[in-house]
């Protein structure tokens, strides 16, 4: 499959599995999971067609990991960043004592006296490693990394969870634990 193709059903999951899934008439079930056929039934009656060697390639090679097939590949989800209302079932993990945030230059002065905050999503998103979080704010402008004091965060009752993609999950984070990259 060429990029493009792929890059439109990634996109295409992103908004129907992610925000909007009662758009084209499917419904998620706790975890967040839907039915490969499901799915594949409801594209296929809202006009975009998409075959199961295409979806199994789009969950395999998308560069950030953003769906995932359960054990028995029948059932799909996102694996974060939804803005509905969904429970992705994952448990509280320990996470590396610094992660990091990406954000947009002209954002950083706001962060650091307000904290980063979930805004329209379930959870602040922290990533491992300086690269995905530069690139991660470069979707925002001028890219500007924060460094996330996660081992205080932890001690001090915050709880982080990882989704099966390793991008790290917190409900939010004050400005006391964070500093400039």
């Known amino acids: 499959m060429n990029d493009s193709r792929l890059i439109k059903i990634s996109r ?3 908004k129907h599995l992610r925000h909007a899934p009662s758009r084209i008439g499917i419904q998620l079930a706790p975890g967040g999971w839907i039915a490969v056929s499901e799915l594949l039934d409801a594209c296929q009656k809202n006009n975009f ?6 979806l199994k390639e789009v969950v395999s090679q ?3 990991q953003r769906f995932s097939f359960d054990s028995t590949g029948t059932l799909i989800r996102a694996n974060q960043g939804h803005s509905i209302d969904v429970d992705l079932q994952l448990e509280p993990a320990v996470p590396p004592d610094i992660l990091y945030h990406g954000t947009g230059k002209t954002a950083v002065e706001s962060i650091l006296s307000e904290g980063i905050r979930k805004m329209s999503r379930h959870h602040v998103h922290l990533s491992a490693d300086i690269q995905t979080a ?3 704010g470069a979707r925002h402008g001028i890219p500007a990394v924060l460094i996330v004091d996660t081992a205080a965060m932890q001690c001090d009752g915050h709880t982080f969870y990882c989704s099966d993609n390793k991008v790290w999950l917190v409900d939010m984070v004050p400005p006391n634990y964070l500093k400039v990259y």
């Not at 067609?49 to 295409?54: A, P, R």
């Open 49 to 54: 067609s998409v075959q199961l060697s295409e």
């Open 62 to 64: 998308n560069d950030k």
């Open 134 to 136: 530069r690139k991660v």
């Open 12 to 14: 295409y999951l992103s």
